[in-house]
Every structure is written in C-alpha cells, then in structure tokens.
C-alpha cells in the first residue's frame, strides 16, 4: 500500500520554478521577465475587501447594521425599566460604551420580558464590541439570536457574527449569518450590503457560483450610497466570468461600471482590467482606447499604468504592454542596432513572448541569440529562459534539455545559480510526475545553501521526499532531518515525518520510525499524513507482534479515514489481531471488520478474511455463525475451499441436533465422492446415517458402502453401519441383501444394546417382506414372514430391557400379531407397555 502520492502537499509547481526565479535578484527588465504571463485582470490585485464594517484603505465600508437613535416617545410608559433603558441609550448615543454596558446589562438582566429586552441585548453586544471585548461581543451577539432571531436585532447581531467570522477567515460561517441578516432585515440598504458581504465570504470559502449570484443582486442595486459595493461586485462579476471562460459577461460587468461608477480611481482601473479582457478577446483598437484612457488618470496606480504605457519597444516592455514590444520590434526589424544592444534586444523580445505565453516563437527567438551571440551573458540568460519556456510547453524532452544547458554553460558559468536552477527544473519536472527516483538523481549535486531562501523549504522537501520514495533510506534521513529541523512550522512537516518515519522503518530503526509515526498523529491531527502515520505504525506493530497496538492504530486509521485506500487491509487486520490474541471474549470483535474488509477489496480479501472469519466462529463454537460464515464464503466463490474439519465439524454437530438435511450438506462437502478413501470413515459414516434419515437410501447405501470398505469387522462401527446400511435396503425393498446384512452383523453382536437393534431391523425386514407378499397375494408366505417378525419382536420385548428398544419391541410386535389374528396377544402387549412405558411414542428417525 502506497501512500506518498496521495501525501504530496499538492504545490504548485510553476509558481515555485518561477519564484526560484524572482529570487536571485536579476536586474529590473530581466526579472520582469520572469513575471507570468498578463491575465484579463491584474497581476497585482488589491487586498480583497473585508467583511463590513471594517475600513481598510479607506475604502468607504457597506453600511452597517442599523442603530436605534433616540426618539421621543410620545407614548412612552412610566417606570424604572424605561428609565434604566434611556439612560443607558442616552450613554450609547453619546458614545460613551463603557458607561453604557452596565445599565444595558442591568436591563436584560432585571427585565427579561421588557419591551426593550432585543435592542437592549443588541446594543450591549454592541457596547462590548466597542470596548474591544471580542469574545464577550460575540457571545452577546449570539445571546440576541438565541432569544430574539427574527427581530432587527437579530438581524443586525447576525450582521455582527457574520463580520467576527469572516475576520477570523470562517467564510462559509460568515456567509450563514450575513445570508440571515439578508433574510431578515427590513432594511433595503442592509439587506444588500449583507449581500455584498456573503458573497465575499462565498468566494473565499471557494463557491464561486454563489459569490457570483450574491454579487449580482449588489450589482442590479440602484442605491447610491453603496456604490463602492456595487463597483467591487461589478468587479468580482467580471472577474469570476473570466475565471469561468464567459468573457462577454464579464466585458458586459466592465461596461457597467465603466458607465455607472463615479469613483474615479476605480474607472481608471476598470479600465485598464477592461482593456487587458479586450486584448484577450482579440479586440486590440477597443483595447487602446481604454489604456489611453486609463493613463489620463490621474489616480492611476503605478502597477496598472505600466500595464497601459506604449512608447519605445523599452519602455512598452516595462510596462507590461506586450503588444507594442512585439510591434515596435517587427517594425523596427531591418533597423542596425550596436552589436551590444543587439542581443539585450532580442532577449527582451523572446522574454515578451514568453509573457505572452507565446513560448514557441519565445523558443525560436532565444535560439537565435544563442546561435548569433553565444559568449555574452544575454546568451546564458536565453538559454535560461528557454528552458522556462519548455517546462510551460511541458515538453517531454526538459529534462534532455536541461541536460544539454549544463553541458554548455558550466564551463563558464561552473558557479552559476541557473546552473543550479536546471537541475532543480529537471528535478521538478520528474517530481510533478511522480518519477522520484529520476526527481532524487536531479537532486543530486544540489548545494541546498545556495537555493534562495524563499522556495529552499520547498527544495530541501522535494528532495527529502524524492529520497524517500526512490529508497535511497538514509539520503532521505539526513535531507528531512535537515528540514525539519529548519523549518519546524512548515506545512509540510506532517508529511515529512511520514516520509522519514518510512526511511527509518526502511532502515530496521523501528523506534525512531515511531517517534515520528507518533509525532504527526499527536501534534499534527487534523493533517493527511496522519493516515500514513496510523498505517505504517500499524504495520510496524504488527512486525514486532504487538498486537494491541496494532489494533488500536488500524482502528484509528478507519475511524478517521474511513475511505483510505488501506482501509481493506486495516479491517483485515484488525480482525486478525482480535484472533491472534487467542482471548474469547475478544473473538466478536474480530467478526465486522473481517467482513468490511471483504466489502472494500473483494479480490484481496475474500479468501483471506473469509478463512479467519469461519475460524472465529469456529473458536466461538457458535454453529449457527460457523455455517453462516461458511456460506457466505461458498456462494461468494465456486471454487472456494473450506477444510474439511470445518465442514466436518458442522456436520456432525447438526447431525446430533436432527438437521439432518444441514448435515448432509456440510458432510457431502467435506467428501471425496471420486476418491473415497480420501476422506475419513466417520465422514461416510455420518453422512449415510444423515441421508438415511433424509430419505436419500440409494446415496446412504453408497455412503455406507464407502464407510465399510475402510472399517475392519472386527470394528465397533462395522456392525452398527451395517445396521444403517440394511435399514436402507430396507426402504429400498432390498430385503435379502438387508436381511443378510443383519445376519453378518449378529454374527459379530451377540448380545447387548446394538444386538436388539438388529433382533428388531431383522423384525422390521420380515414385517416389510409380509407385507410384500400380501400385497402379490402370496398370504402364506406372508403370515410365515409376520410370524419370523413377530418372534424377533417378542424376544426383545420380553428379555432386553432398555427405555427405547423394549417398549419400541412390544409396540411393534403387537403390531405384527394383529397382522396373523393373534389380536389377544396383540392387546396384552399393548397393555404391558401402556403399564411399563406410559409416554413412549414411535420414534421417526432410524440413524440417530
């Protein structure tokens, strides 16, 4: 079971090989180089807004929840309670908070049901707010929507909560209460500026779909005083349209804004986001005139204005404006620049296409520079950028290229940091495809202290973890020592540990393997690598046989994983662990988990868990579960094996509990019908009495036959089989054969129990052989027969005693004498065993 795929922190890897860029401190138009490609919106965004009310480079905040300003009522009844409550609005008017909690306080407190019991809840929350006693404010808030949720108050404190959660980034929080105060408010203008807040916290929290509804209500909003608000969603509309791939909805937000909006500033922006979305859409002349446009203003960040300077092929490339770099050079292309300006020139040209995410005329362009000015550092430097352009074209050669790059510029650049950053490319690029082994031979070589210090976290974990998985143990040891001991609060701690842990388990240092296992479980819960921690534990655990323990980890593991790929194998073994420890009031336990392993990996887990599942309940000694168990398994697989004892062992069992039909099945299964001597005598034996008593004689003939063909004569069995097998012949109208059975069995019984019950199958036999002759006609023969029958009888009744053979002799040789007219001595007998055997009934079976 692998877990290390699943373990990776996810990063992204071209924000990172970027970054590795950006860090080694180019000058200003060769790190602009590095910058992504230009989106519809730009690069550098503002800080997004913040729940209202909160202000924030001066931004004008939505309005707030509505305050009660004092009223002169003229119908204001008398009393302490509305004395208490004026002074304490009187201090909250005033601002004076502090003075304002307790009366406020007091009021709720001596007047539960006043008139002013929900403001005066509110507007202590409020107080508390104002006083910076944010949990008290809180719980405050919470106390008015407890007690008074469908009031303005409630409506304001959900305001309120909604604004504490969003500040403590508890965005889908923040969007249930901003959506209450939406719902309830009687005001329009809170009501939408709850809307604008929800979908903030929408869009935060990742559901696009509904910021982009909630922003469209603030946009469709015709109130002046939220008119930031209407920009800004106006803004969010066009932005997530563009994420979305609608462009004409989001030029249609643009518009809007454009024709609504009297914030200069936020014109100017628009746009300029306008503008880039125009050149998106291939609409370039509409494009300039909104630059031009933008640059009139004189509010115009300096980040945006670069985006919309066209000039010189220099100044356009500062500025971001790739098109006029592209056309001022096609333009200019037969002009003769100095030799030295000539490959700064073409490395700004490859680098704008490159910006462009045009990387194949980016790749054409570098190539020439290399080919024409191969000894300037322009050269080392578009050789460089050529390989950035491979790793977004996602070539399959990079690795081959970064190859080549090393072989030709480390003679003269032997120190050079993109020397260093070609093989952390190439280890990347075998890293993003999990190929960790050709990711760790990258690696190799690679002076961590020189990887600048804003992605050397990053490096030194990629390459701990390459180690790891590559099974170079104790390279990987050293390398995730190394950062976990620099960066002990980095993310990706839980999984290193992971991965060092395994290291050392790889290794034979299961202790420290532990340590770790235990660390990440303890001190990082709420990580992924917690399933890895849990599983390799386990699985240690159950190396060094401690049993509990690796119960206790596998339980854990499904417990709060219960979709981990090692969940089959978790169940699995914990079933086996509660059978491993061999204690009966633990077998149980072992029963579900057997079988939720067999449900999440039939394939893996059917035979395996099937087999310790039969012998749980073997050990239980519960029957009834044992033949479920076996059961199941024999219908789940045609094939399936289960050992003969088991099957053995339901037989015989149901045997003695009179399922005779169950005991067959199981006995016939634990046969060897083409091999009979391969299967144990009393297997036959039991099976033939079991379908003797099933009314199946031809087959307990066979089985009978089977039985004596391993038994010596001279056996107690022998002659009880042959009882059995005569009994079937019996039935079968075989009555010579039967009879002659009996013969060889009372030659070998001369007295005891198994002697009368033969005396009185012979009896049985000669009844049935009378009745034969009756019915041919043949009265002589049959009185002659009814007689032999009627002796055997009477002997047994009259000189055998025994509670089941004397009264089951009497009852049937009373039988017999009605049969030939000797009714009085029919009727005497009957007497005797009512006097003697008041309760005995005929029995049914004949081979229990």
């Known amino acids: 079971m692998e877990f290390s795929t699943r373990l990776v922190m996810n990063p992204n890897l071209r924000q990172w090989t970027l970054c590795l860029v950006a860090a080694l401190g180019l000058p200003a138009t060769m790190a602009l180089a590095q910058q992504r490609a230009p989106r519809a919106i730009p690069v550098e965004e503002p800080p997004a807004p913040r729940a209202v009310p909160v202000d924030e480079n001066g931004a004008s905040p939505a309005p707030a929840p509505v305050r009660a300003q004092p009223v002169v009522d003229p119908n204001r009844p008398a009393g302490p309670d509305e004395d208490l409550f004026d002074y304490a609005t ?40 104002k006083t910076n006693q944010r ?13 008074h949720p469908r009031t303005e108050s409630g409506s304001s404190a959900a305001y309120r909560l909604g604004m504490y959660a969003y500040e403590a980034r508890e965005f889908l929080k923040a969007a249930s209460w901003f959506e209450i105060t939406e719902r309830l408010s009687t005001n329009a203008e809170v009501r939408t500026a709850a809307s604008f807040n929800k979908g903030l916290s929408l869009k935060y929290s990742g559901q696009a779909d509904k910021a982009l509804a909630s922003f469209k209500i603030v946009a469709a909003s015709k109130n002046p005083n939220l ?28 518009k809007q804004i454009l024709d609504s909006s009297k914030d200069e500033k936020a014109q100017a922006e628009t746009m300029v986001r306008y503008g880039l979305l125009l050149n998106d859409m291939k609409k370039g002349d509409e494009a300039l005139k909104q630059f031009e446009k933008a640059l009139a203003s004189k509010d115009l960040p300096s980040e945006l204005k670069a985006m919309a300077v066209f000039g010189t092929m220099q100044a356009n490339y500062v500025s971001g404006n790739l098109d006029a770099v592209i056309e001022t050079y096609t333009k200019h292309s037969t002009l003769l620049l100095p030799d030295e300006l000539r490959p700064k020139q073409l490395l700004i040209v490859g680098t704008t296409y490159k910006k462009k995410q045009m990387y194949r005329q980016a790749v054409e362009v570098f190539l020439l520079l290399e080919k024409d000015h191969p000894d300037t550092p322009e050269s080392l430097e578009a050789g460089y950028q050529k390989l950035l352009c491979f790793f977004q074209l996602d070539d399959k050669d990079l690795p081959l290229f970064t190859e080549r790059f090393e072989e030709r510029y480390a003679p003269k650049y032997a120190k050079h940091d993109y020397l260093m950053m070609a093989r952390l490319i190439r280890a ?32 030194i974990y990629k390459k701990g973890f390459a180690e790891a998985e590559s099974k170079k143990s ?36 299961n202790e420290r393997a532990l340590a770790d ?35 206790a980890d596998y339980e854990a593991l499904v417990a709060k994983f219960p979709k981990s790929g090692a969940a089959a194998e978790a169940y699995y073994f914990i079933g086996r662990g509660y059978f491993d420890l061999k204690e009966g009031n633990l077998y149980e336990k072992g029963l579900e988990p057997l079988r939720k392993a067999i449900a999440a990996n039939r394939d893996e887990y059917l035979d395996k868990a099937s087999q310790l599942l039969i012998a749980i309940q073997a050990a239980r000694e519960d029957l009834d579960g044992l033949a479920k168990e076996v059961d199941t398994y024999l219908e789940s697989r045609k094939d399936a094996s289960v050992s003969p004892t ?13 399922n005779y039909r169950a005991s067959a099945r199981y006995l016939y299964k634990a046969s060897t019908p083409d091999e009979p001597k391969n299967t144990d005598a009393p297997v036959w034996n039991y099976l033939g009495r079991a379908e003797l008593n099933n009314g199946k004689y031809e087959d307990a003939v066979k089985y009978f036959d089977n039985y004596l063909a391993q038994t010596a004569a001279d056996n107690a069995g022998w002659a009880e089989a042959l009882l059995y097998k005569a009994s079937a012949l019996l039935q079968l109208g075989q009555f010579d054969l039967a009879m002659q059975h009996v013969g060889e069995a009372l030659q070998k019984v001369k007295e005891g129990r198994l002697n009368a019950r033969l005396q009185i199958l012979r009896g049985d036999i000669a009844d049935a052989q009378g009745d034969a002759y009756s019915k041919n006609g043949e009265e002589e023969k049959a009185k002659a027969s009814w007689k032999d029958s ?38 005497a007998l009957r007497d005797q065993l009512k006097a003697k055997y008041p309760d005995y009934k005929p029995k049914e079976n004949v081979a229990k």
């Open 790 to 827: 009627a002796g055997n009888y009477i002997v047994i009744s009259q000189f055998f005693v025994d509670p089941e053979i004397t009264p089951e002799a009497a009852y049937k040789a009373a039988r017999v004498l009605e049969k030939i007219g000797e009714t009085e001595k029919a009727q």
């Open 135 to 147: 949990n008290e404010a809180i719980a405050a808030y919470n106390e008015v929507m407890v007690n």
């Open 90 to 129: 009187l201090a909250f008017t005033q601002q004076d908070f502090k003075i304002a909690l307790k009366p406020y306080a007091d009021y709720v407190k001596q007047y539960p049901n006043g008139r002013h019991v929900a403001e005066a809840r509110f507007r202590l929350a409020e107080c508390l707010r």
């Open 517 to 551: 296992f235990n660390t990440i479980i303890k001190q990082h819960p709420n990580s992924p690598a917690v399933e890895m921690a849990l599983f390799q534990s386990a699985r240690i655990k159950m190396q060094t046989r401690d049993i509990k323990g690796m119960i």
């Open 474 to 509: 104790n390279d990987a040891i050293n390398t995730l020592g190394l950062f976990l001991n620099d960066y002990p609060n980095d993310p990706n701690v839980p999984v290193a540990l992971a991965q060092r842990g395994v290291a050392y388990q790889a290794v034979g240092s």
């Open 428 to 459: 990347d690029w075998w890293f993003s495809r999990q190929d960790y082994q050709k990711a760790a031979d990258a690696f190799v070589g690679v002076d961590v202290k020189r990887v600048p210090k804003e992605v050397r976290s990053s490096v």
């Open 646 to 658: 088991i099957l053995r062992t339901l037989g015989q069992r149901y045997f003695e509990r009179g």
């Open 227 to 254: 008119q930031k608000e209407i920009d800004i969603s106006l803004q969010e509309v066009a932005a997530l349209a563009v994420q979305a791939g609608r462009k004409e909805e989001a030029a249609a937000a643009y």
